[in-house]
């Protein structure tokens, strides 16, 4: 199995950018997705999670009504749109895929329940 993310950068505050991950050697439409962050001297924290049916989301308070998860499984792709980007929003960000179901956002958080993870991609913003 392999996850690759990118479309990492440098981006001014307030601006955009669009994280993509590339799934293969599994049955992408069979997992749901997350996104995941860990800024320098911090732990990973979670940001995003699109179950496998379409529509079920999960995001993290801090993120909320600025990014946007979204998955295209004919193409075994995972997307965050990020709006509005903020200082602290600087991360190195992975995707990550989980087999199981979640009933509330308290799951999809938990790092540990995620089987595979992805190299991660750079995401720094200016002020």
Known sequence: VQLQAYGGGLVQAGGSLRLSCAAS??????????????????????????DRSVGVTYYADSVENRFTISRDNAKNRVYLQMNSLKPEDTA???????????????QAERATIYNYWGQGTQVTVSS
């Open 25 to 50: 050697g599994l049955t992408f439409s069979s997992y749901a997705m997350g996104w995941f962050r860990q800024a320098p001297g911090k732990d990973r924290e979670f940001v995003a999670r699109i």
């Open 92 to 106: 190195v960000y992975y995707c990550a895929a989980d087999r199981g179901a979640v009933l509330a956002r308290g």
